[in-house]
């Protein structure tokens, strides 16, 4: 299938143009030379959905909205589940719906119900006989598809980041909370091996007070953003990253952090900082593979190369996330863990270091016999099958798994909407303290006030 590319200069600079906002409409003010965003107040006869507890569905019906790269690997993961039943699928790519039904075939279950055209998502949503929207659509697509899920009653899981504007966070939240239904972001890299282990180490206190954290994503994708075929359809991620800088993909590194730091589970995430760098890698690659006067190479893209944010917790502990997607250099999600006591990094190398002698790292066997006394008890449990199913080595088979054990047995999900809305808002708050020369932005609140009621992050068990 071929996917002509159409972003040029001229539309380019037409898309920035069409972002550029009037004062009033601003999500945000600057008060005291700090950018602060709005929190809108609840409704009245609204309520939180912290710990969120819905009736138990013994199979849990699914319908697959966005049938691409990922959701493709998510319906194959689906044939390796219990308590499910695929009910539908659904993209505006026939072929991709074909694919996706042949996987099903391949692995012995019936056909689902088939939905192509580029609205019928809403179709879909409106299927009684439907208890999960599983969203795997571009990061367009992820917010009204989720409105419209929760609205209809379905509960959803959507890809990351949920969604791209606070504002959107926002709207999630609201939905959530009105139609008190789940909204579970997708965010697979909390359930690696690593990060189980060093969640469960954490928890045994051996790193102490955890004082400083480091993630990222750090992925070249350089040759998926400028495929005109096969690669992102539509080429939406190479559109997004042509008007918009910051952190657009903060979630993966920001997931397995705000877990260990118990994120609206006795913490906050209050203030965040962000500089980019300036773009070189995408006009360069471009130039290379298109020749230095095609479209591609002549787009003014706008998302620098390497993004730093930092973050400070109400409770004084500093996130660092990064994000490049555009340089020639290893994989990296750095999952480092600074404490008290100790010290945890994943990348480039998995290290693990102590108190008294925390200046130099464990030797490998001495660290990997830690990380197989401290393995999570779901990958205990669960980790063998999922390295079997795959999908990033078996993360993406535990978050599905997960996901549907809890709500076949009605307990509150692992990651909440006000996981999804903290998460994924720092793409555009990243954003908008970039385009403010650094200036530090007061980050909202989204469970109005209830972040400390919960202490601290459990993975809900049944009885
Ligand atoms: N968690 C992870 O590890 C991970 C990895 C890759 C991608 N992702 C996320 O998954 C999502 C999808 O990414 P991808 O790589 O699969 O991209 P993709 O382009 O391969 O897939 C997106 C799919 O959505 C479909 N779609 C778009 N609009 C639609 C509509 N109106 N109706 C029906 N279908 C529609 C497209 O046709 C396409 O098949 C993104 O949000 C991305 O950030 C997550």
Redesign the pocket.
């Known amino acids: 299938m071929k996917f002509r590319f159409v972003v040029g200069t001229l539309l380019a600079l037409s898309l920035v143009a069409g972002c550029s906002r009037s004062a009033a409409d601003e999500p945000y003010r600057i008060v005291n030379n700090e950018i602060v965003f709005a929190e809108p107040p609840r409704a009245e006869g609204q309520h939180d959905v912290l710990q969120l507890r819905c009736d138990p569905i013994p199979v849990v019906r699914v319908a697959f ?8 690997g998510a319906v194959e993961r689906f044939t390796h589940l219990d308590g499910v039943e695929i009910v539908a699928l ?4 026939p072929a ?1 719906v074909e694919r996706a039904q042949r996987i099903l075939a391949v692995n012995g279950l019936p056909a689902a119900l088939e ?7 809403r179709k879909v949503c409106e299927l009684e006989n439907v208890d999960l929207i599983y969203n ?7 917010v009204p ?1 989720a409105l419209y899920a929760m609205e209809r009653g379905r509960h959803v899981a959507v ?3 949920a969604a791209m504007t606070v504002k959107d966070c926002w709207a999630l939240v609201d939905a959530a909370e009105r139609t008190q239904r789940h909204c579970m972001m ?4 909390c359930y690696d091996f690593f990060e189980m282990a060093t969640l469960n180490m954490a928890r045994a206190g051996l790193f102490g007070e955890i004082v400083h954290v480091e993630g990222a994503y750090i992925h070249d994708l350089r040759a ?1 953003q400028f495929d005109r075929g096969d ?4 080429m ?2 190479l559109k997004h990253n042509t008007v918009h800088t910051g952190n657009p ?1 903060p979630t ?1 590194g920001l997931g397995p952090l705000c877990q260990l730091l118990d994120i609206h589970r006795g913490d906050r995430m209050e203030r965040l900082v962000s500089m980019s760098s300036g773009q070189f890698g995408m006009s360069a690659y471009a130039a290379r593979k298109y020749g230095p006067e095609s479209p591609e190479a002549e787009t003014p893209y706008a998302l620098g190369d390497m993004n730093t944010t930092l973050i400070r917790t109400a409770k004084g502990k500093s996130i660092l996330i990064q994000h490049d997607v555009t340089s020639p250099r290893p994989y990296n999600r750095h999952h480092t863990i600074s404490g008290t006591k100790g010290f945890a990094q994943k990348y480039p190398v998995p290290t693990l270091a102590f108190d008294p002698d925390a200046h130099r790292p464990l030797a490998k066997d001495r660290m990997e016999e830690l990380l197989q006394r401290y393995e999570h008890p779901i990958t205990q449990e669960i980790g063998e099958k999922a390295r079997e199913v795959g999908g ?1 080595g078996g993360m ?1 088979f535990i978050m599905d798994y997960r996901l549907i054990y809890c709500l076949r047995n009605g307990l509150p999900l692992d990651q909440d909407v006000y996981d999804a809305a903290e998460w994924s808002s720092v793409a555009e708050m990243s954003e908008v303290s970039v385009r403010h020369g650094g200036l530090p932005v007061v980050m909202p609140d989204f469970t109005r006030g209830a972040w400390n009621r919960i202490e601290g992050f459990r993975h809900a068990q049944a009885e």
């Open positions: 909205i966005g049938l691409g790269m990922r959701g493709s659904c993209d505006k790519v991709y939905f192509t055209g580029e609205e019928d998502w795997c659509t571009d990061w367009e697509m992820h598809i890809e990351v980041p997708l965010e697979n890299c998926l690669g992102y359809v539509g939406w991620r993909y993966h990033h993406d």
